[in-house]
């Protein structure tokens, strides 16, 4: 064989090797996992940054699609020794103190053990407590609601955009204070549909609504509002058996609007996520945040690109309709995936909530430098030798024919 026609054939051979690519790596400072490039940023950072950050390498958050993924990165973050360091909860906090719904509930302790058990004695206006009692009322009279309202007190428009009429203090309110209980008309709990006005009691180990819908029924209480941050909540809710005290936790300053949280389910309505971050992290877990996803109707899962969900490793089933931010979370020695809560009505901040660390991900790339030129120079060497090889090859071809 010439040795022209070896070498445009090792050529040929050389340049297909090229076109395809060479090896593929994962650029500084991502590490190769799994068939794909990660970077571990270990500082805590917020949701927002986070994304930016993963956006500047070109990679997005991680998305994991399968049991052996979850692995590979799990078993990378135990190894590098990750998940041993204490997370700080390195949030934006208000300067007034504000309580755990575990703290909430011992602070009211006092009045389930003492108000509940007067109200079973049919003295819970004994003079026990301060008290604001309503003004007399036949039940069934037209805006009854309004006409209960105790000295001290107003109804007037809400501070919350759209909620119609709130409750104004006229006067100093201490803490400790009993505003009374909501009134309205005692009805079976499945014959009511909407709820909006109605607290659920037990009559005789059945479950009833105290329904005040219909203004004629209920007393002023009906038109206290939901809060939108922990700031503007001043009241909660003392549950009785058979009635549902509002109670004043701490000293009310005069024209302040009264607030009480009615149920995670209304605050779900309001978009209002009563999450502390204190609570964020339960005790001796260690998490690490990830790509979010979709929760549809039926519970359908799909990533941010719109693909169905393969894999998911809730520790907690989820079915609300909504965007679901994650983390990856270790906790009593098992991998999950958890929620990224909405902390907003316990901070000032309005898009992250808490500082976590993160994982990017990228699809691996080629070893692109240089290989353009290195593709044109044997393309040319490639032509060059077809053409000398030709050239060669005519003049002899030329010869043999005359000779013929």
């Keep these: 064989m010439d040795w022209k026609y070896f070498v445009l054939i090792l050529l040929l051979n050389l340049y297909i090797v090229a076109a395809v690519g060479e090896p593929q790596t994962c650029p500084e400072p991502f590490v190769e996992l799994h068939g794909s490039c990660y970077y571990f940023h270990t500082e805590l950072t917020t949701y927002n940054r986070s994304v930016e950050v993963c956006h500047e390498l070109g990679a997005t958050l991680a998305q994991i699609d399968s049991a052996e993924e979850e692995q590979a990165l799990t078993r990378h973050i135990e190894d590098q020794g990750m998940s041993l360091k204490k997370q700080i909860r390195n949030t934006k906090r208000k300067k007034r103190a504000v309580m755990t719904q575990n703290e909430r509930n011992s602070e009211m302790q006092y009045y389930l053990e003492t108000l509940c058990r007067l109200e079973d004695l049919g003295l819970a206006w004994s003079g026990f407590f301060n008290a604001l009692p309503d003004i007399k009322v036949p039940m069934g009279q037209k805006d009854r609601a309004l006409m209960t309202t105790p000295p001290g007190m107003s109804i007037k428009k809400s501070s919350i955009p759209n909620a119609g009429?709130?409750?104004?203090?006229?006067?100093?309110?201490?803490?400790?204070?009993?505003?009374?209980?909501?009134a309205g008309r005692v009805v079976p709990a499945a014959t009511v549909k909407d709820r909006s006005y109605a607290w659920t009691i037990n009559i005789d180990d059945e479950d009833y609504l105290a329904d005040a819908a219909d203004s004629a029924y209920g007393n002023w209480l009906r038109y206290v509002n939901s809060p939108r941050t922990d700031e503007e909540e001043n009241v909660v809710p003392v549950m009785c058996e058979s009635r549902v005290f509002y109670v004043v936790p701490r000293d009310i300053a005069p024209n302040a609007e009264l607030m009480l949280s009615y149920g995670s389910?209304?605050?779900w309505q309001l978009g209002t996520e009563r999450n502390h971050p204190h609570s964020e992290i339960p005790k001796g877990s260690w998490q690490i945040r990830i790509n979010h996803i979709h929760v549809g109707q039926k519970a359908k899962l799909t990533h941010p690109d719109g693909s169905s969900v393969e894999y998911s490793n809730f520790r907690h089933a989820r079915s609300r309709v909504g965007t679901l931010k994650l983390l990856l979370s270790l906790h009593e020695g098992k991998w999950s995936w958890a929620k990224e809560e909405d902390c907003s009505f316990y901070t000032d901040l309005k898009d992250d909530y808490i500082h976590y660390p993160f994982i990017c991900e990228k699809t691996r790339e080629r070893h692109t430098e240089g290989r353009a030129m290195t593709l044109s120079l044997m393309a040319l060497i490639f032509v060059?030798?077809?053409l000398t090889s030709s050239c060669l090859r005519a003049p002899y071809l030329l010869v043999k024919h005359r000779v013929n």
């Design 265 to 267: 389910d209304y605050d």
């Design 165 to 182: 009429l709130g409750v104004w203090t006229d006067v100093f309110i201490p803490a400790k204070t009993i505003l009374g209980y909501c």
């Design 384 to 386: 060059f030798l077809i």
